[in-house]
T-cell receptor, first 116, second 115 residues
Framework: AQSVTQLDSHVSVSEGTPVLLRCNYS??????LFWYVQHPNKGLQLLLK??????LVKGINGFEAEFKKSETSFHLTKPSAHMSDAAEYFC??????????????FGTGTQLKVEL | DTGVSQNPRHKITKRGQNVTFRCDPI?????LYWYRQTLGQGPEFLTY????????KSRLLSDRFSAERPKGSFSTLEIQRTEQGDSAMYLC?????????????FGPGTRLTVL
Protein backbone atom coordinates (compact mmCIF):
# COMPACT_ATOMS: atom_id res chain seq x y z
CA ALA A 1 0.00 0.00 0.00
CA GLN A 2 1.11 3.54 -0.62
CA SER A 3 0.27 6.85 0.99
CA VAL A 4 1.32 10.49 1.03
CA THR A 5 1.41 12.99 3.87
CA GLN A 6 1.25 16.70 3.20
CA LEU A 7 2.84 18.34 6.18
CA ASP A 8 1.10 21.71 5.95
CA SER A 9 -2.60 22.26 5.44
CA HIS A 10 -2.11 26.00 4.80
CA VAL A 11 0.88 27.96 3.52
CA SER A 12 0.95 31.73 3.16
CA VAL A 13 3.66 33.59 1.22
CA SER A 14 4.17 37.07 -0.14
CA GLU A 15 4.17 37.61 -3.87
CA GLY A 16 7.71 37.29 -5.23
CA THR A 17 8.98 35.08 -2.39
CA PRO A 18 9.78 31.35 -2.64
CA VAL A 19 7.17 28.65 -2.22
CA LEU A 20 7.76 25.34 -0.42
CA LEU A 21 4.99 22.75 -0.12
CA ARG A 22 6.08 19.63 1.72
CA CYS A 23 5.15 16.03 0.97
CA ASN A 24 6.35 12.72 2.38
CA TYR A 25 5.41 9.41 0.81
CA SER A 26 5.21 5.82 1.89
CA UNK A 27 5.49 3.03 -0.63
CA UNK A 28 6.63 -0.57 -0.58
CA UNK A 29 8.18 -0.18 -4.02
CA UNK A 30 9.57 2.55 -6.24
CA UNK A 31 6.78 5.10 -6.30
CA UNK A 32 5.23 7.15 -9.06
CA LEU A 33 4.64 10.63 -7.66
CA PHE A 34 2.71 13.64 -8.90
CA TRP A 35 1.70 17.12 -7.87
CA TYR A 36 -1.75 18.34 -8.93
CA VAL A 37 -3.21 21.83 -8.48
CA GLN A 38 -6.89 22.64 -8.01
CA HIS A 39 -8.14 26.17 -8.58
CA PRO A 40 -11.63 27.06 -7.35
CA ASN A 41 -14.35 25.78 -9.67
CA LYS A 42 -11.78 24.20 -11.96
CA GLY A 43 -10.64 20.64 -12.50
CA LEU A 44 -7.45 19.16 -11.13
CA GLN A 45 -4.43 19.99 -13.27
CA LEU A 46 -1.15 18.10 -13.34
CA LEU A 47 1.83 20.25 -12.34
CA LEU A 48 4.54 17.65 -12.65
CA LYS A 49 5.32 13.95 -12.31
CA UNK A 50 8.25 11.87 -11.13
CA UNK A 51 9.12 9.17 -13.63
CA UNK A 52 12.42 7.94 -12.12
CA UNK A 53 14.40 9.41 -15.02
CA UNK A 54 15.62 12.34 -12.93
CA UNK A 55 15.25 13.22 -9.28
CA LEU A 56 14.67 16.91 -9.99
CA VAL A 57 11.44 17.30 -11.91
CA LYS A 58 10.38 20.49 -13.64
CA GLY A 59 6.73 21.25 -14.17
CA ILE A 60 4.49 23.95 -15.49
CA ASN A 61 4.36 27.56 -14.30
CA GLY A 62 7.88 27.46 -12.84
CA PHE A 63 7.22 24.72 -10.29
CA GLU A 64 9.65 21.92 -9.61
CA ALA A 65 9.99 19.05 -7.17
CA GLU A 66 12.86 16.93 -5.96
CA PHE A 67 12.52 13.22 -5.24
CA LYS A 68 14.64 12.24 -2.22
CA LYS A 69 14.49 8.53 -1.55
CA SER A 70 16.54 8.71 1.64
CA GLU A 71 14.05 11.19 3.11
CA THR A 72 10.97 9.71 1.39
CA SER A 73 10.09 13.24 0.34
CA PHE A 74 8.81 14.94 -2.80
CA HIS A 75 8.58 18.62 -1.89
CA LEU A 76 7.20 21.17 -4.36
CA THR A 77 9.02 24.48 -4.82
CA LYS A 78 8.84 27.66 -6.85
CA PRO A 79 11.43 30.45 -6.69
CA SER A 80 8.96 33.33 -6.85
CA ALA A 81 5.26 33.16 -6.05
CA HIS A 82 2.65 34.85 -8.20
CA MET A 83 -0.85 35.82 -7.19
CA SER A 84 -2.22 33.31 -9.71
CA ASP A 85 -0.51 30.48 -7.79
CA ALA A 86 -3.09 30.73 -5.01
CA ALA A 87 -4.87 27.37 -5.07
CA GLU A 88 -5.01 23.94 -3.42
CA TYR A 89 -2.11 21.63 -4.14
CA PHE A 90 -2.20 17.85 -3.85
CA CYS A 91 0.71 15.45 -3.59
CA UNK A 92 -0.26 12.15 -5.20
CA UNK A 93 1.17 8.65 -5.41
CA UNK A 94 0.16 6.21 -8.10
CA UNK A 95 -0.07 2.49 -7.61
CA UNK A 96 -1.25 -0.47 -9.62
CA UNK A 97 -4.74 -1.45 -8.58
CA UNK A 98 -6.04 -4.99 -8.47
CA UNK A 99 -7.68 -4.47 -11.84
CA UNK A 100 -4.49 -3.24 -13.43
CA UNK A 101 -5.42 0.41 -13.44
CA UNK A 102 -3.46 3.22 -11.85
CA UNK A 103 -5.12 4.22 -8.62
CA UNK A 104 -4.13 7.64 -7.45
CA UNK A 105 -3.82 8.18 -3.69
CA PHE A 106 -4.08 11.87 -2.82
CA GLY A 107 -2.76 13.73 0.18
CA THR A 108 -5.11 15.95 2.15
CA GLY A 109 -3.96 19.03 0.26
CA THR A 110 -2.14 22.27 1.01
CA GLN A 111 -3.97 25.55 0.53
CA LEU A 112 -1.51 28.14 -0.80
CA LYS A 113 -2.29 31.78 -0.14
CA VAL A 114 -0.30 34.49 -1.89
CA GLU A 115 -0.38 37.97 -0.41
CA LEU A 116 0.65 41.28 -1.92
CA ASP B 1 -9.69 17.56 -27.73
CA THR B 2 -12.19 19.20 -25.45
CA GLY B 3 -11.09 17.59 -22.22
CA VAL B 4 -13.11 15.56 -19.74
CA SER B 5 -16.62 16.87 -19.23
CA GLN B 6 -19.08 16.10 -16.44
CA ASN B 7 -22.78 16.79 -16.10
CA PRO B 8 -24.45 18.19 -14.20
CA ARG B 9 -21.95 20.48 -12.50
CA HIS B 10 -24.19 20.82 -9.46
CA LYS B 11 -26.97 18.63 -8.09
CA ILE B 12 -29.13 19.27 -5.07
CA THR B 13 -31.40 16.45 -3.99
CA LYS B 14 -33.41 15.31 -1.02
CA ARG B 15 -32.36 12.37 1.08
CA GLY B 16 -33.69 9.13 -0.32
CA GLN B 17 -33.77 10.25 -3.93
CA ASN B 18 -31.71 8.68 -6.71
CA VAL B 19 -29.20 10.69 -8.71
CA THR B 20 -27.16 9.98 -11.82
CA PHE B 21 -24.03 11.72 -13.03
CA ARG B 22 -22.43 11.55 -16.43
CA CYS B 23 -18.78 11.69 -17.46
CA ASP B 24 -17.50 12.09 -21.02
CA PRO B 25 -13.80 11.28 -21.16
CA ILE B 26 -11.28 12.51 -23.67
CA UNK B 27 -12.04 10.67 -26.88
CA UNK B 28 -10.00 7.49 -27.40
CA UNK B 29 -9.02 7.33 -23.73
CA UNK B 30 -9.65 3.71 -22.81
CA UNK B 31 -9.35 4.17 -19.05
CA LEU B 32 -11.89 6.00 -16.94
CA TYR B 33 -11.79 6.61 -13.19
CA TRP B 34 -14.27 7.94 -10.62
CA TYR B 35 -13.12 9.69 -7.45
CA ARG B 36 -14.98 11.35 -4.59
CA GLN B 37 -13.76 14.46 -2.79
CA THR B 38 -15.27 15.63 0.47
CA LEU B 39 -14.71 19.06 1.96
CA GLY B 40 -11.15 19.58 3.14
CA GLN B 41 -9.94 16.24 1.83
CA GLY B 42 -8.15 14.97 -1.21
CA PRO B 43 -10.01 12.90 -3.80
CA GLU B 44 -10.52 9.21 -3.02
CA PHE B 45 -10.64 6.44 -5.61
CA LEU B 46 -14.06 4.88 -6.20
CA THR B 47 -13.90 2.75 -9.32
CA TYR B 48 -12.12 2.24 -12.62
CA UNK B 49 -13.01 1.08 -16.13
CA UNK B 50 -10.91 -0.18 -18.96
CA UNK B 51 -13.08 0.25 -22.03
CA UNK B 52 -16.51 -1.07 -20.92
CA UNK B 53 -15.19 -3.39 -18.22
CA UNK B 54 -15.35 -2.27 -14.60
CA UNK B 55 -12.16 -3.76 -13.23
CA UNK B 56 -11.98 -2.46 -9.68
CA LYS B 57 -14.27 -0.99 -7.04
CA SER B 58 -13.25 0.63 -3.80
CA ARG B 59 -14.78 -0.47 -0.52
CA LEU B 60 -16.08 3.13 -0.40
CA LEU B 61 -18.50 2.16 -3.15
CA SER B 62 -21.45 0.79 -1.22
CA ASP B 63 -24.27 -1.23 -2.76
CA ARG B 64 -26.19 1.99 -3.32
CA PHE B 65 -23.59 3.08 -5.87
CA SER B 66 -23.38 1.71 -9.39
CA ALA B 67 -21.27 2.78 -12.31
CA GLU B 68 -21.45 1.84 -15.95
CA ARG B 69 -19.58 2.49 -19.16
CA PRO B 70 -21.77 0.66 -21.65
CA LYS B 71 -19.95 1.36 -24.90
CA GLY B 72 -16.54 2.13 -23.55
CA SER B 73 -17.06 5.86 -24.06
CA PHE B 74 -19.07 7.89 -21.55
CA SER B 75 -19.74 6.64 -18.04
CA THR B 76 -22.54 7.12 -15.54
CA LEU B 77 -22.44 6.97 -11.77
CA GLU B 78 -25.75 6.38 -10.01
CA ILE B 79 -26.42 6.75 -6.32
CA GLN B 80 -29.64 5.21 -5.03
CA ARG B 81 -31.42 6.29 -1.85
CA THR B 82 -29.03 9.16 -1.27
CA GLU B 83 -27.85 9.97 2.24
CA GLN B 84 -26.46 13.21 3.63
CA GLY B 85 -23.06 11.55 3.84
CA ASP B 86 -23.04 11.25 0.05
CA SER B 87 -22.66 15.02 -0.25
CA ALA B 88 -19.32 15.52 -2.01
CA MET B 89 -17.64 16.43 -5.26
CA TYR B 90 -17.60 13.51 -7.69
CA LEU B 91 -14.66 13.61 -10.07
CA CYS B 92 -14.08 11.72 -13.25
CA UNK B 93 -10.70 11.21 -14.90
CA UNK B 94 -9.49 9.46 -18.02
CA UNK B 95 -6.18 8.26 -19.37
CA UNK B 96 -4.89 6.52 -22.45
CA UNK B 97 -1.69 4.69 -21.67
CA UNK B 98 -1.65 2.01 -18.98
CA UNK B 99 1.78 3.04 -17.75
CA UNK B 100 1.93 4.02 -14.09
CA UNK B 101 3.49 7.35 -15.02
CA UNK B 102 0.69 8.39 -17.28
CA UNK B 103 -1.35 11.42 -16.45
CA UNK B 104 -5.00 11.15 -15.54
CA UNK B 105 -6.98 14.08 -16.93
CA PHE B 106 -9.70 15.26 -14.60
CA GLY B 107 -13.06 16.78 -15.31
CA PRO B 108 -14.48 19.76 -13.36
CA GLY B 109 -16.55 17.49 -11.15
CA THR B 110 -20.19 17.24 -10.09
CA ARG B 111 -20.97 18.72 -6.71
CA LEU B 112 -23.73 16.80 -4.94
CA THR B 113 -25.63 18.25 -2.02
CA VAL B 114 -28.07 15.96 -0.20
CA LEU B 115 -30.55 17.80 1.98
Amino acid sequence: AQSVTQLDSHVSVSEGTPVLLRCNYSSSYSPSLFWYVQHPNKGLQLLLKYTSAATLVKGINGFEAEFKKSETSFHLTKPSAHMSDAAEYFCVVSGRGTGGGNKLTFGTGTQLKVEL
Amino acid sequence: DTGVSQNPRHKITKRGQNVTFRCDPISEHNRLYWYRQTLGQGPEFLTYFQNEAQLEKSRLLSDRFSAERPKGSFSTLEIQRTEQGDSAMYLCASSLDPGVYNEQFFGPGTRLTVL
